[in-house]
């Protein structure tokens, strides 16, 4: 085996017991048995405290400590002070802001005519264009006869076995809705 | 201060034990862990001081030291002795301490620490020690972040394998490792930078 790797096993044992095994090589070698003595004088130079911790202010040290902990220890007690304090923030936060009109639902847009009517606002009306639409149903025939006694109008020609037609004519409003009547297709009457 | 003092002496007199004290720290006495504090802080300051280099991350890291013992009291056992405990906190705390200065570049300057001379020794006794002590930093700056800890940690503090592999969070056949070859670098170091100087 090589000095150096007695010298590894010399570093490891050096705090301790040499083997018998490394006693015998350093009997023999005086490189490894020089430098026992030099890990020794390391060791000893390692173990001895450094000229700067003999001289530190331990007094401002320990007065430096002693205040972070009594810092620490405010900290502690009014910890939970101060979660109440920011849990009642939170809170306000959250249910603050469904006050505000600013978030509240769009109104619906309400009717032109309604609008119209409320003068006094400053904002220009909406002009919400009528929903049209119109259907043409053909009725059953109707007998004419009724119709005449129920309107009084004479000229109601008899159209036979003509149907008469019926336009209905929806508008905007659900409740309003246009009924043409006709005697027959192409007549005004 | 001066209440400080006071309740340091009244514990010193009374006799302590860290067991004693320890309790005691636990019910908030602020004057028992002062004295916790006055007990180990020589030792846990010159080992920060010889893990990071330089005075004031060695009282950053004292401090905090000190503070996560206080944070901690709970659940540290009894009966252990608080020192190798310290001594891992400390090691740790230099390490967050390198880790921050390395990333805003303020790195400790090579070369040793800024000790001060000893103004009780004598003249030739200042500058031998001071020169000693600067070239020793010099060394173990040069060392790996682990094996110089696990070095310190056995010769400074005089811990057992275990010890320091708990404090380092290694295995002991690692820590055995580790320490044999940091001192065979140091010596190695000491050989090629400073020759016949030690």
Known sequence: ?189 | VADLLAGTILMAQNGWSEPELLAAARQDNVDAFEYLVALHERRIYALALRISGNREDAKDAMREAFLRLHRHLGQIDSDAAIGPWLCAVVVNACRDIGRTKRRARLVPMEGGPDSRPDPAAGPEQMAAAHERERHLQAALRRLPETERAALLLREMEGLSTREVASALGSSETTVRSQISRARLRLRNLFKERFGGLR
Not at chain 1, 95 to 111: D, G, K, N, V, W
Not at chain 1, 123 to 138: F, G, L, N, T
């Open chain 1, 1 to 189: 085996m090589s000095c150096e790797n007695w010298q590894e096993r010399i570093a490891e044992q050096i705090d301790g017991e040499f083997s018998s095994q490394v006693k015998t090589h350093l009997d023999a070698c005086p490189d490894c048995a020089g430098l026992v003595e030099e890990l020794d004088n390391d060791r000893l130079a390692l173990a001895t405290a450094p000229p700067d911790a003999a001289h530190a202010d331990y007094t401002a040290m320990r007065r430096q400590i002693r205040s972070a902990i009594l810092h620490e220890r405010r900290l502690r007690r009014y910890a939970p002070a101060m979660a109440a304090a920011a849990a009642a923030i939170l809170a306000i936060a959250l249910i603050h802001p469904r006050t505000q009109p600013a978030l509240r639902p769009p109104q619906p847009i309400q009717h032109a005519r309604t609008q119209a009517a409320t003068a006094a606002m400053p904002a220009a009306p909406v002009h919400v264009p009528p929903r049209r639409h119109i259907r043409q149903v053909v009725t059953p025939p109707i007998d004419l006869a009724l119709l005449r006694k129920v309107t009084g109008q004479q000229t109601v020609p008899d159209t036979g076995s003509e149907s008469p037609v019926e336009m209905q004519i929806a508008t905007g409003n659900p409740n309003v809705t246009i009924i043409l009547l006709q005697a027959k297709e192409g007549s005004y009457e």
